[in-house]
């Protein structure tokens, strides 16, 4: 019943915009940072996803303890679900606690709470603590694990396989600068991960009244000004790894480096990547949530005529400062909605359109709620019409 149609918006925003297709456009690496010592890196930008920078971005390497983002993603969202509560109380096993590299050295049987072992690993990388957590959600770390690749898939991390909870080696586990971008910017959403990723130095208090400290090994957090969160990583096999987020000037940018020779290196060039984004790029929101993007659409049966609709979400394009790109929208709009209709229904499809390709989809929503009309609005509306006449 439904007619669907295709509008162009006639009104072109001219907005400096970079298209930078996922590694096909932008900016060729080698020239920019042929000092660097990762293997592979990319730069983009949060709000939008499009690359700046990158070299390798696809490629499959080890990354050590930024594994850890998803065991941090996974317990965040059964927080959020109502699975697990940050006051809950949990058995550190005795495998978890056999965990070597960085650790929270939790004691074997003692009961934590989930909102310590969190922060232990998010904070100070603990191998211990990630297993007890992984625990807690499935019973066991290779469970655990199943769960971990089937998000990782819903992400779209195409490039990542886990075998296990914290990043230490195992033959098959591997990630890309590429799939990290995507899962920090997922986990960014969370206020619990940006809020622990910020602590510089803590200290976890055990049972026995034992203190262990834990101290933040992602030093961008003190010593770079505008750094929100990351992830550090370091085996043998992974080298030094890191991914950060940081923010400026209404700039968000999402910056991964891989197989770094030395501590110092990873940061300097995760540092020397965000300063050329914040140099080069700027935003331009092109999408308003909630705001009206057209004019009112009918309602068939409804207890009004029409609703308007609007973006789901706000929505960002890049822009290199100095340059100017044309930016349009093309609707997928039903001519006619039929209630009843719940306010943020997705009722359409809004195209980004950048010289002549699609750089984003975004769902159109109601804006209102509409009731279904009944018997007395159906003879309301005829009363109406013949008091008009």
Same mark, same amino acid.
């Given at each position: 019943?439904?007619?669907?149609?295709?509008?162009?918006?006639?009104?072109?925003?001219?907005?400096?915009?970079?298209?930078?297709?996922?590694?096909?456009?932008?900016?060729?690496?080698?020239?920019?940072?042929?000092?660097?010592?990762?293997?592979?890196?990319?730069?983009?930008?949060?709000?939008?996803?499009?690359?700046?920078?990158?070299?390798?971005?696809?490629?499959?390497?080890?990354?050590?303890?930024?594994?850890?983002?998803?065991?941090?993603?996974?317990?965040?969202?059964?927080?959020?679900?109502?699975?697990?509560?940050?006051?809950?109380?949990?058995?550190?096993?005795?495998?978890?606690?056999?965990?070597?590299?960085?650790?929270?050295?939790?004691?074997?049987?003692?009961?934590?709470?989930?909102?310590?072992?969190?922060?232990?690993?998010?904070?100070?990388?603990?191998?211990?603590?990630?297993?007890?957590?992984?625990?807690?959600?499935?019973?066991?770390?290779?469970?655990?694990?199943?769960?971990?690749?089937?998000?990782?898939?819903?992400?779209?991390?195409?490039?990542?396989?886990?075998?296990?909870?914290?990043?230490?080696?195992?033959?098959?586990?591997?990630?890309?600068?590429?799939?990290?971008?995507?899962?920090?910017?997922?986990?960014?959403?969370?206020?619990?991960?940006?809020?622990?990723?910020?602590?510089?130095?803590?200290?976890?208090?055990?049972?026995?009244?034992?203190?262990?400290?834990?101290?933040?090994?992602?030093?961008?957090?003190?010593?770079?000004?505008?750094?929100?969160?990351?992830?550090?990583?370091?085996?043998?096999?992974?080298?030094?790894?890191?991914?950060?987020?940081?923010?400026?000037?209404?700039?968000?940018?999402?910056?991964? *480096? !891989? +197989?770094? #020779?030395?501590?110092?290196?990873?940061? /300097?060039?995760?540092?020397?990547?965000? %300063?050329?984004?914040? &140099?080069?790029?700027?935003?331009?929101?092109?999408?308003?949530?909630?705001?009206?993007?057209?004019?009112?659409?009918?309602?068939?049966?409804?207890?009004?005529?029409?609703?308007?609709?609007?973006?789901?979400?706000?929505?960002? *394009? !890049? +822009?290199? #400062?100095?340059?100017?790109?044309?930016? /349009?929208?093309?609707?997928?709009?039903? %001519?006619?909605?039929? &209630?009843?209709?719940?306010?943020?229904?997705?009722?359409?499809?809004?195209?980004?359109?950048?010289?002549?390709?699609?750089?984003?989809?975004?769902?159109?929503?109601?804006?209102?709620?509409?009731?279904?009309?009944?018997?007395?609005?159906?003879?309301? #509306?005829?009363?109406?019409?013949?008091?008009?006449?």
């Amino acid at each position: 019943m439904k007619k669907i149609f295709l509008g162009i918006l006639s009104l072109i925003l001219i907005i400096g915009v970079i298209l930078t297709p996922q590694n096909t456009n932008c900016v060729n690496a080698s020239d920019l940072f042929d000092n660097f010592s990762s293997k592979s890196y990319v730069l983009l930008d949060k709000n939008s996803g499009e690359v700046i920078v990158e070299k390798n971005a696809q490629e499959k390497l080890p990354v050590a303890s930024i594994c850890k983002l998803m065991t941090s993603l996974l317990t965040l969202e059964k927080i959020d679900a109502g699975v697990l509560n940050l006051d809950m109380e949990v058995v550190a096993s005795t495998y978890a606690c056999s965990m070597e590299g960085s650790q929270a050295f939790l004691d074997d049987g003692c009961k934590y709470k989930v909102y310590d072992l969190l922060k232990s690993v998010i904070v100070a990388s603990a191998n211990d603590s990630s297993v007890v957590l992984a625990e807690t959600i499935s019973g066991s770390e290779k469970e655990f694990v199943k769960i971990m690749n089937q998000r990782a898939k819903e992400l779209g991390m195409t490039n990542t396989f886990y075998e296990n909870a914290n990043g230490l080696p195992t033959p098959n586990q591997h990630s890309t600068a590429m799939d990290t971008a995507l899962i920090l910017k997922e986990i960014s959403k969370h206020d619990l991960y940006n809020e622990f990723s910020n602590i510089w130095m803590d200290k976890l208090i055990h049972p026995s009244g034992r203190e262990t400290d834990l101290v933040n090994t992602n030093r961008l957090i003190k010593y770079y000004s505008y750094c929100l969160n990351g992830k550090t990583g370091f085996t043998d096999e992974a080298g030094y790894c890191l991914a950060s987020t940081a923010q400026k000037d209404g700039l968000t940018l999402i910056a991964v *480096v !891989l +197989n770094c #020779k030395d501590a110092a290196s990873r940061f /300097s060039e995760s540092i020397e990547l965000f %300063n050329y984004g914040f &140099a080069n790029f700027e935003n331009k929101q092109i999408l308003f949530k909630n705001e009206p993007i057209s004019d009112a659409v009918k309602v068939k049966n409804g207890k009004i005529d029409s609703t308007y609709i609007g973006a789901e979400n706000n929505f960002y *394009v !890049l +822009n290199k #400062k100095g340059e100017n790109h044309d930016v /349009s929208f093309e609707f997928d709009i039903p %001519n006619t909605i039929k &209630a009843p209709i719940k306010q943020g229904d997705v009722v359409g499809k809004c195209l980004i359109i950048k010289q002549g390709k699609v750089i984003a989809e975004e769902n159109l929503i109601a804006l209102s709620n509409i009731d279904k009309q009944n018997f007395k609005d159906i003879l309301d #509306k005829i009363s109406n019409k013949w008091e008009l006449i």
